[in-house]
């Protein structure tokens, strides 16, 4: 009798998951390192040698963008990310993620490149440290390297209008 | 008017369902044959009222009636008719109006093809049906209604998404559905075996047919979608594993587990509850898929309008009907005797095995898909799911399943002897590692301990499946009892083999894509010429062209080999002028053995252009296989036996019917 429930009894396990997701917008997840200081690492640069430690989001408001180019909503997500670039409010830092550095370069130079720099991370190890579960996702970072606010899935423009860039502004005005 | 005529058809059909789920219920548990006779003349009723319905929203797009918010949501007076018609779909509420569609229609076959089955059984499968329809038409008519007015009227529409503008977009939604709720066939007449306390060999054989046609609309549906990714996404990928993508695999995962389980079933007697709870299983996922899709709970590349209040209406239709249909399981199963007993070494076996390797396959993708709502609930420490996840276990799982594929067939019921099956199949394992060894040399001129297993094991399947055809030919045979014979194989071998072959060739296709496929991202000048793969491409020019409802880039590429000019490829880059967004439209050059893919990126300084340059072999074979597969399954469905049985239980069927009423009023 006992094994024959087992399939009931999973499957309302999974629809308590389900109602639980049902009340939270996906794209806004809460992570455990909002309100922590970015995770500590080093990786090699996409664009050359120096290492890229979390010292680089010290002292200003910046943006950490996990993406891969077999990531097919990175590419849906790519002409937003130039045009928040285009605008100069914050710099944008990639996390380019378990891809291939020959493919990742070229995929920059024919699309355009809107990030300052680019740590990659071959094997996706810092992407655990950073909790991403999958690319595309978008990290806020405060001028203090404070982890401030994490969206997962492509930015839209909408996101980027009534959620990125208010929320830039307003950690700019926050003292340091 | 039109639209209201279309609002009030749907109410009908609801009260209609209505009557056909709780009538015939109450009479097949009292045995009261007039209200189980009410169930087919309800169903009938359900489907043409359905059919108004749908005639009339499609009347409103085709009219471009913009007083109806949907259309005026997803149509445009510049919209082809080709797309105003599959605009019908092309959003939420229309595609539930499809679902319904379906749904009623597949239950009006039942209420055509079900002559020789007894009536209780008839009455209980289509009210089960009746009540998934009063699921879906409640949720439309409540929260999702097509036909609903706006006013102030908008002067034009904004247009349909234009992803879904192109010509495999008409046909993919309805060939899919098809499949999600032909599934609901299978799971009626398991629901309706449960109910009635008989789960018997007939039950599986009457829903064998059902269950492999909704499979093969399914396959079909699948292909086109991974088919119109490829053409159109303009990546030159053929599988994203995106949740909505994985949301029509899980069904179709757990359905071939089902149509080889009902197999066993049917001959053996054997696997009754597991194959009952398989046909549960497949369309629960159906279900899921859609709450995935409709409900936003996930970030998808197919994003669709998300609405908490609609999802939560399907959770909690899917928590009735799944949770009621479990349990029903969970008390009835414990009663349920299979009989056949079988050896470890036996045909049996090997289906048991490709059913968990199928489920193991189905709930790893299950895992990773809502692997961000796990996560979440828990805090879990992260480990990263995307397509290297899911192409890793994927690869990893089948490898055991294409073994399995190839030997499978060849064990006989019950009890195998070893020897014999290896006797027989040294040969075929043979040919395969020659082919896996020789083939990449040939075609490709290289190959990898990767590509030689992947390309062994689908040759392994392919000579298994024409080798079993020929099996009981002896060396001796002329060709004269050879052809013989062949006429003599019932389709449903047939059937099987062509599926199985199909894989192969499916393998095969993969194979070679990933190991071989060639990819040049770089700016290109006009005039400018590169070479890839043994071919020239050379960009001629960039011209704007105008279509019906957007303007366009058009580069025309000429591609050449040693020389000769093979193919003039015309990627384009079109902004729809209504919704402002670009769209990548590919220039492929398709080819038996290769694809030559372009795509037209953006301008690079006002002198040259990104393009992509693709060489794909063999990715052609991808499709190829999963459309064998399909037509393995339709000539397995239209098998001579089914339709024989069918007669001779016509037949006997009055007598027997009449013995149990005697037994019954006695």
């Given at each position: 009798m006992l094994k024959y429930l087992l399939p009931v009894v999973l499957f309302f396990v999974l629809v308590g998951f389900l109602f639980v997701g049902l009340y939270k917008d996906p794209s806004e997840v809460s992570s455990p390192l909002i309100g922590k200081s970015t995770p500590q690492f080093s990786l090699p640069r996409l664009e050359g040698s120096r290492i890229f430690t979390q010292d680089e989001f010290q002292g200003k408001v910046s943006l950490l963008n996990v993406w891969a180019t077999w990531c097919y909503a990175c590419h849906q997500e790519h002409p937003i990310l130039l045009d928040l670039a285009d605008r100069k409010v914050a710099p944008i830092y990639g996390l380019n993620y378990k891809d291939i550095a020959a493919e990742a370069k070229q995929y920059l130079i024919n699309y355009g490149n809107p990030y300052i720099a680019n740590a990659f991370d071959e094997n996706g190890r810092v992407g655990i440290e950073w909790g991403v579960y999958g690319a595309p996702e978008t990290f806020l970072i405060d001028k203090n390297g404070i982890i401030r606010y994490k969206h997962i899935g492509p930015l839209t423009n909408d996101n980027v209008e009534n959620i990125i860039l208010p929320l830039i502004q307003q950690l700019q005005n926050e003292a340091s | 008017m039109i639209p209201e005529i279309g609002h009030f058809a749907l109410i009908i059909a609801l009260c209609l369902a209505l009557v056909q789920t709780i009538v015939p219920l109450l009479g097949a548990q009292t045995n009261t044959s007039q209200w189980m006779a009410v169930a087919k003349p309800a169903a009938r009723g359900q489907f043409l009222f359905i059919i108004i319905a749908f005639i009339c929203?499609?009347?409103?797009?085709?009219?471009?009636d913009f007083s109806v918010f949907y259309v005026?949501?997803?149509?445009?007076?510049?919209?082809?008719?080709?797309?105003?018609?599959?605009?019908?779909?092309?959003?939420?509420?229309?595609?539930?109006?499809?679902?319904?569609?379906?749904?009623?229609?597949?239950?009006?076959?039942?209420?055509?093809?079900?002559?020789?089955?007894?009536?209780?059984?008839?009455?209980?499968?289509?009210?089960?049906?009746?009540?998934?329809?009063?699921?879906f038409l409640l949720f439309m008519l409540l929260t999702s209604n097509p036909f609903e007015r706006i006013f102030p009227m908008p002067l034009e529409g904004k247009d349909l998404n234009p992803l879904l503008q192109d010509p495999g977009l008409v046909i993919h939604p309805p060939m899919l559905y098809m499949g999600y709720v032909g599934f609901s066939v299978a799971f009626a007449f398991a629901i309706a075996a449960l109910l009635g306390g008989k789960l018997d060999s007939a039950w599986a054989r009457w829903s064998r047919p059902w269950a492999t046609f909704a499979w093969v609309f399914l396959t079909i549906g699948i292909t086109l979608g991974s088919w119109w990714a490829y053409h159109e996404l303009g990546w030159g990928g053929w599988w994203f594993w995106d949740p909505v993508e994985n949301a029509s695999f899980m069904p179709w995962l757990v359905g071939t587990a089902l149509i080889h389980s009902l197999a066993v079933t049917e001959k053996r007697a054997s696997f009754k509850s597991w194959t009952v709870l398989l046909a549960i299983l497949a369309f629960s996922l159906s279900l899921l898929g859609t709450f995935l899709v409709r409900s936003g709970i996930l970030v998808s590349v197919h994003a669709f309008a998300t609405d908490p209040a609609r999802g939560l209406y399907i959770l909690i239709f899917l928590a009735i009907v799944i949770g009621g249909s479990l349990l029903l399981f969970a008390l009835r199963a414990p009663y349920i005797k299979s009989i056949g007993h079988f050896d470890l070494f036996s045909r049996e076996t090997a289906l048991l095995l490709n059913n968990v390797l199928l489920l193991v396959v189905m709930f790893t993708i299950l895992f990773g898909t809502l692997y961000p709502l796990f996560i979440d609930a828990f805090d879990m420490p992260s480990l990263s799911v995307g397509k290297p996840y899911f192409d890793l276990v994927f690869s990893v799982l089948m490898l055991p399943l294409l073994l399995v594929i190839g030997v499978g067939p060849f064990m006989r019921w019950k009890k195998a002897t070893m020897k014999d099956v290896f006797k027989k199949l040294s040969k075929i394992a043979i040919v395969g590692l020659v082919i896996g060894i020789a083939f990449p040399y040939i075609v490709a001129g290289k190959t990898s301990i990767l590509v030689a297993i992947g390309i062994s094991l689908g040759g392994w399947s392919m000579a298994a499946a024409i080798y079993y055809l020929f099996k009981n030919t002896s060396?001796?045979?002329?060709?004269?009892?050879?052809?013989?014979?062949?006429?003599?194989?019932?389709?449903?071998?047939?059937?099987?083999?062509?599926?199985?072959?199909?894989?192969?060739?499916?393998?095969?296709?993969?194979?070679?894509?990933?190991?071989?496929?060639?990819?040049?991202?770089?700016?290109?000048?006009v005039g400018q010429k590169i070479e890839m793969a043994g071919y020239m491409f050379e960009l001629g020019g960039v011209e704007d062209i105008q279509g019906p409802n957007y303007s366009s880039k058009q580069a025309t590429v000429n591609v050449y080999k040693n020389d000769r000019l093979v193919a003039k490829l015309l990627p384009e880059k079109r902004t729809y002028l209504v919704q402002k967004s670009p769209m990548t439209e590919a220039g492929i050059d398709t080819g038996f053995l290769r694809d030559v893919y372009v795509a037209l990126g953006e301008e690079i300084d006002g002198n040259a252009w990104g393009m992509r340059l693709y060489y794909k072999p063999f990715i052609q074979w991808i499709w190829m296989g999963a459309l064998l597969m399909a037509f393995g399954g339709l000539l397995a469905a239209f098998d001579r036996r089914y339709r024989l049985k069918l007669k001779r239980e016509k037949q006997s069927a009055v007598p027997s019917s009449r013995k149990q009423r005697l037994a019954v009023t006695s």
């Amino acid at each position: 009798m006992l094994k024959y429930l087992l399939p009931v009894v999973l499957f309302f396990v999974l629809v308590g998951f389900l109602f639980v997701g049902l009340y939270k917008d996906p794209s806004e997840v809460s992570s455990p390192l909002i309100g922590k200081s970015t995770p500590q690492f080093s990786l090699p640069r996409l664009e050359g040698s120096r290492i890229f430690t979390q010292d680089e989001f010290q002292g200003k408001v910046s943006l950490l963008n996990v993406w891969a180019t077999w990531c097919y909503a990175c590419h849906q997500e790519h002409p937003i990310l130039l045009d928040l670039a285009d605008r100069k409010v914050a710099p944008i830092y990639g996390l380019n993620y378990k891809d291939i550095a020959a493919e990742a370069k070229q995929y920059l130079i024919n699309y355009g490149n809107p990030y300052i720099a680019n740590a990659f991370d071959e094997n996706g190890r810092v992407g655990i440290e950073w909790g991403v579960y999958g690319a595309p996702e978008t990290f806020l970072i405060d001028k203090n390297g404070i982890i401030r606010y994490k969206h997962i899935g492509p930015l839209t423009n909408d996101n980027v209008e009534n959620i990125i860039l208010p929320l830039i502004q307003q950690l700019q005005n926050e003292a340091s | 008017m039109i639209p209201e005529i279309g609002h009030f058809a749907l109410i009908i059909a609801l009260c209609l369902a209505l009557v056909q789920t709780i009538v015939p219920l109450l009479g097949a548990q009292t045995n009261t044959s007039q209200w189980m006779a009410v169930a087919k003349p309800a169903a009938r009723g359900q489907f043409l009222f359905i059919i108004i319905a749908f005639i009339c929203l499609a009347y409103s797009f085709v009219k471009n009636d913009f007083s109806v918010f949907y259309v005026a949501n997803n149509s445009n007076s510049a919209l082809p008719l080709q797309y105003k018609i599959s605009a019908i779909w092309g959003a939420h509420e229309g595609s539930l109006l499809l679902w319904s569609l379906m749904l009623s229609g597949w239950t009006f076959a039942v209420t055509i093809f079900s002559r020789s089955l007894p009536n209780d059984m008839v009455a209980r499968v289509l009210a089960v049906m009746g009540f998934v329809s009063i699921g879906f038409l409640l949720f439309m008519l409540l929260t999702s209604n097509p036909f609903e007015r706006i006013f102030p009227m908008p002067l034009e529409g904004k247009d349909l998404n234009p992803l879904l503008q192109d010509p495999g977009l008409v046909i993919h939604p309805p060939m899919l559905y098809m499949g999600y709720v032909g599934f609901s066939v299978a799971f009626a007449f398991a629901i309706a075996a449960l109910l009635g306390g008989k789960l018997d060999s007939a039950w599986a054989r009457w829903s064998r047919p059902w269950a492999t046609f909704a499979w093969v609309f399914l396959t079909i549906g699948i292909t086109l979608g991974s088919w119109w990714a490829y053409h159109e996404l303009g990546w030159g990928g053929w599988w994203f594993w995106d949740p909505v993508e994985n949301a029509s695999f899980m069904p179709w995962l757990v359905g071939t587990a089902l149509i080889h389980s009902l197999a066993v079933t049917e001959k053996r007697a054997s696997f009754k509850s597991w194959t009952v709870l398989l046909a549960i299983l497949a369309f629960s996922l159906s279900l899921l898929g859609t709450f995935l899709v409709r409900s936003g709970i996930l970030v998808s590349v197919h994003a669709f309008a998300t609405d908490p209040a609609r999802g939560l209406y399907i959770l909690i239709f899917l928590a009735i009907v799944i949770g009621g249909s479990l349990l029903l399981f969970a008390l009835r199963a414990p009663y349920i005797k299979s009989i056949g007993h079988f050896d470890l070494f036996s045909r049996e076996t090997a289906l048991l095995l490709n059913n968990v390797l199928l489920l193991v396959v189905m709930f790893t993708i299950l895992f990773g898909t809502l692997y961000p709502l796990f996560i979440d609930a828990f805090d879990m420490p992260s480990l990263s799911v995307g397509k290297p996840y899911f192409d890793l276990v994927f690869s990893v799982l089948m490898l055991p399943l294409l073994l399995v594929i190839g030997v499978g067939p060849f064990m006989r019921w019950k009890k195998a002897t070893m020897k014999d099956v290896f006797k027989k199949l040294s040969k075929i394992a043979i040919v395969g590692l020659v082919i896996g060894i020789a083939f990449p040399y040939i075609v490709a001129g290289k190959t990898s301990i990767l590509v030689a297993i992947g390309i062994s094991l689908g040759g392994w399947s392919m000579a298994a499946a024409i080798y079993y055809l020929f099996k009981n030919t002896s060396r001796t045979d002329s060709g004269a009892n050879i052809l013989q014979h062949l006429k003599k194989i019932p389709r449903a071998t047939y059937g099987m083999s062509i599926a199985h072959f199909g894989i192969g060739i499916f393998v095969v296709g993969v194979t070679f894509v990933s190991a071989f496929e060639q990819v040049k991202e770089i700016p290109m000048q006009v005039g400018q010429k590169i070479e890839m793969a043994g071919y020239m491409f050379e960009l001629g020019g960039v011209e704007d062209i105008q279509g019906p409802n957007y303007s366009s880039k058009q580069a025309t590429v000429n591609v050449y080999k040693n020389d000769r000019l093979v193919a003039k490829l015309l990627p384009e880059k079109r902004t729809y002028l209504v919704q402002k967004s670009p769209m990548t439209e590919a220039g492929i050059d398709t080819g038996f053995l290769r694809d030559v893919y372009v795509a037209l990126g953006e301008e690079i300084d006002g002198n040259a252009w990104g393009m992509r340059l693709y060489y794909k072999p063999f990715i052609q074979w991808i499709w190829m296989g999963a459309l064998l597969m399909a037509f393995g399954g339709l000539l397995a469905a239209f098998d001579r036996r089914y339709r024989l049985k069918l007669k001779r239980e016509k037949q006997s069927a009055v007598p027997s019917s009449r013995k149990q009423r005697l037994a019954v009023t006695s």
